[in-house]
Each structure stands twice: as C-alpha cells, then as structure tokens.
C-alpha cells in the first residue's frame, strides 16, 4: 500500500506542474487569476484565498481528500 501512496503522490505533483505550465502558456489576455491554499500545522488548520468561491472549492477539495483518507484507513482495517 505505501508504494501506492508514492504513486499517487507522484501523480498528484506531476499534474499540478503541469496545470501551472499550461496555465503560464495560455494567451488569454482577459483572464482572471484566483488562488486558494490550505494547509494544517498539526491540528490547526490554515489557508489563503483570493476570493470567496476558491475558499468553497478549497475546503470542498479538503473534504474528499479527508474522506478517501479515512477510506483508507477503514480498508486497511478490514
């Protein structure tokens, strides 16, 4: 199971530069910029948004990670 947490998180990283590079390529002159981030320093968590509807998506994103996470855990328990 743990090279396949590797695996996942390889992906995961691999996507994410790849959404930036295409992101810096694009030729919209138009376009608008949001940002979110999120992050836990032990049980306190924290983030930075730049508008309200990137705050939704990020903790919507924080809660399907949280739940495949516990996921996880309860599969490996069985």
């Known amino acids: ?3 396949n947490l590797v695996l996942i998180g390889s992906l ?3 996507f994410g530069i790849l ?3 295409l ?3 694009s030729d ?7 940002w979110g981030f999120f992050g836990l320093i032990g049980p306190i968590p924290f983030g930075f948004w730049s508008s309200k509807k990137i ?8 809660i399907i990670i949280l739940m495949i996470l516990v ?3 309860v ?3 069985l």
């Open 1 to 3: 199971m743990n090279e």
């Open 12 to 14: 995961l990283i691999f």
């Open 19 to 21: 959404l930036i590079f």
């Open 23 to 25: 992101g810096a390529i």
């Open 28 to 34: 919209q002159k138009n376009s608008k910029v949001e």
């Open 55 to 62: 705050f939704i998506l990020s903790i919507v994103v924080m």
């Open 71 to 73: 996921l996880m855990r």
């Open 75 to 77: 599969i490996e328990w």
